[in-house]
């Protein structure tokens, strides 16, 4: 492999934050050595990325040869900080990587990145508890993290607090109102609580903004797959129990028969398309959607 | 008025020794002025997190407002944010020292008290003194070396509404516009060397402002107000009048989702 195409693999993986943490070290281990008059500016991000991949395959001399030539260029750097506390995580107790983020938290408290470590720190040791509140008030400050707003409804839903993680995924609503992804964690969060009507509100959403350029006879892909089973099983839960609870107090959707049909016949299509190796899992999509009249008259369920 | 007859014989010496000269000096000094303003740059000064986070509650509920007539959140879910948010405004938690105590008249901050606006502005000063100071020094040296030169003659004709403009310094009715004069010279170069400017030291640069930032007041002119200390108070008050009427055209986008995704299947 020559020099140019392995670094345009390496420039590649960082733009696109692949995580193919054996691959950068073999190919960047031989750049190592005085990186710096060989990548010129490049050199600082490639070094960045080739500590963290080394960090995570576990070749620390790597990873340490990294630091020192980091720590040289850019000494107070709080980007080196965060990246030295991450090896401090790799073979120190937990306990003393916090320490170190306290320590640099407390020269300056807007360092978002370590608050971040922070907490993936008490995730990590279980203080899940601890690691929620700390998030919380993160984000009290850095309200426009996306990310850090699904994270903490993850947190919420992993102790079974999904009123909580709702909360938190409205937020992240709010914030990329354009991604069909969180609108269907919404939704299935909102299904796992038990509040079908939600539930079945959001995965029309997620549909909604997942599909918006596709037609009619377009084949459902992707998030809206999965979105269009969403709705399949809430209109079966809504047309068992006629009367499920809200506990947001969201509306029955109108034309339930309607819906249901169209689910069922989104998702057959999106089987029936898939080809050759779609077909083993078509037949078992087919028992379990029951014996539809694909000619578009209310659908029956085997129960 | 002068006649085309009447015509003055510059000296080619003036050219060498006068034109090249202002014009090497003028660019030479814009490199340098460049070069101090990035030494004299301090670091933005780092924000505590309090600080931040009283700067950034105001867009939590702009990003809140801005979608509220067709929100991408259910009913429940916007109004227990936008209570919140209100009741946090009223009671002035995200204020960086605290909700206010008591009834203290709420004064606005003096800038000159406040530390960290004192340096905003202080840098801003040196700034506006690094470009001052060499452009009175050039004027100076050219007012006292070379007061009333004719310097070159433009190869067009002009009205005489630029007589003030190109002959500055020398008071002659008569003389015809296309000459200009020394002062002229150096005020044309002031404003025309920005696109040279730009050529060699890259788009945004410090020396290339320097017509813009020159008229401007020390004070007015420090980059976007840094030190101008804002009342938050009052701006949050206004925020929760704001979010009271966003409440009024709120609208879920699912009210009517599963009408408009029937219609787009052909089932409705």
Redesign the interface.
């Known amino acids: 492999m020559s020099l140019s195409s392995a670094l345009e693999t390496l420039a590649n993986y960082r733009a696109h934050n692949t995580r193919a943490s054996q691959d950068i070290v073999d190919k960047g281990k031989p750049l190592l050595n005085n990186a710096a008059s060989k990548l010129g500016d490049d050199a600082w991000s490639f070094l960045e990325q080739l500590a963290l991949a080394a960090i995570e395959i576990g070749d620390l001399d790597v990873a340490d040869e990294c630091l020192r030539q980091l720590g040289e260029k850019f000494p107070e750097s709080p980007r080196v900080d965060i990246l030295s506390g991450i090896r401090i995580e790799a073979t120190e107790r937990p306990e003393i990587a916090l320490k170190f983020y306290d320590d640099l938290l407390e020269a ?3 360092n978002a990145a370590a608050y971040k470590r922070r907490i993936s720190v008490l995730k990590r040791i279980g203080k899940i508890e601890q690691a929620v509140t700390e998030l919380s008030e993160y984000l ?5 993290d996306v990310e850090a707003w699904v994270e903490l409804a993850e947190l919420h839903s992993s102790c079974n607090q999904y009123t909580f993680a ?2 938190a995924l ?2 992240a ?3 990329a ?1 354009q991604n069909p992804f969180y ?1 269907l964690e919404f939704a299935e969060t909102a299904y796992t609580a038990n509040d079908i009507p ?1 539930a079945i ?2 995965f ?2 997620a ?2 903004i997942a ?1 918006r350029h596709d037609s ?1 006879e377009s084949i459902p892909t992707g998030a809206s797959v999965r979105a269009w089973y969403g709705v399949k099983l809430c209109c079966r839960s809504l047309s068992e129990k006629p009367s499920s609870p809200s ?4 509306p029955f ?3 339930l028969n ?2 249901d ?2 689910a069922t ?2 998702v057959l299509t999106a089987y029936s398309a898939a080809g050759k190796e779609g077909a083993a899992g078509r037949e078992l999509v087919l028992s379990w959607m029951g014996p539809s009249d694909r000619s578009g008259s209310r659908v029956h369920f085997v129960r | 008025m002068s006649s085309p007859a009447v015509s003055l014989y510059l000296d080619p010496q003036i050219r060498d020794w006068v034109l090249f000269p202002i014009t090497l000096v003028m660019i030479l000094v814009g490199i340098l002025r460049h070069y101090v303003v990035l030494l004299l740059q301090s670091s933005p000064k ?5 600080a ?2 009283e700067q ?1 509650a105001l ?2 509920s702009q ?2 407002r801005a ?1 509220s007539a067709n ?8 109004r ?2 936008s209570i919140h948010l209100a009741a946090a405004f009223d009671a002035g938690t995200y204020l960086k020292d605290g909700p206010p105590k008591g009834d203290a008249p709420s004064t606005p901050p003096n800038p000159m008290s406040d530390p960290a606006a004192m340096d905003g502005m202080m840098a801003g000063m040196k700034t506006q003194m690094v470009m001052m100071v060499p452009q009175m020094v050039i004027m100076g040296w050219i007012n006292f070396f070379f007061q009333g030169f004719v310097l070159i003659k433009l190869p067009f004709p002009l009205t005489l509404g630029f007589k003030s403009m190109l002959q500055r310094g020398i008071e002659t009715p008569d003389m015809d516009v296309r000459w200009v004069s020394s002062l002229s010279w150096y005020f044309l170069n002031f404003f025309g060397l920005n696109g040279l400017y730009r050529l060699i030291l890259g788009s945004d640069n410090s020396a290339a402002d320097s017509s813009q930032t020159m008229m401007a007041s020390p004070f007015a002119g420090a980059g976007g107000q840094p030190g101008q200390p804002q009342d938050y108070v009052k701006l949050f008050k206004a925020e929760k009048d704001n979010l009271a009427f966003a409440e009024g055209t709120y609208s879920w ?2 009210d009517d ?6 219609r ?5």
Do not use: W
């Open positions: 300056d408290s807007s009290d400050t850095f309200y426009s709702l909360q409205s937020h609503l709010l914030l109102p609108v939600l509100k959001m029309m959403l549909i909604d599909d009619e506990a947001s107090d969201t959707p109108k034309n309607l819906l049909e169209l016949e989104r | 780092k924000l505590p997190k309090a931040i986070r950034r867009a939590r990003i809140l979608t929100s991408s959140i259910p009913p429940t879910f916007y227990s944010i986008m699912g989702v599963e009408t408009r995704l029937l787009k299947y052909g089932k409705l």
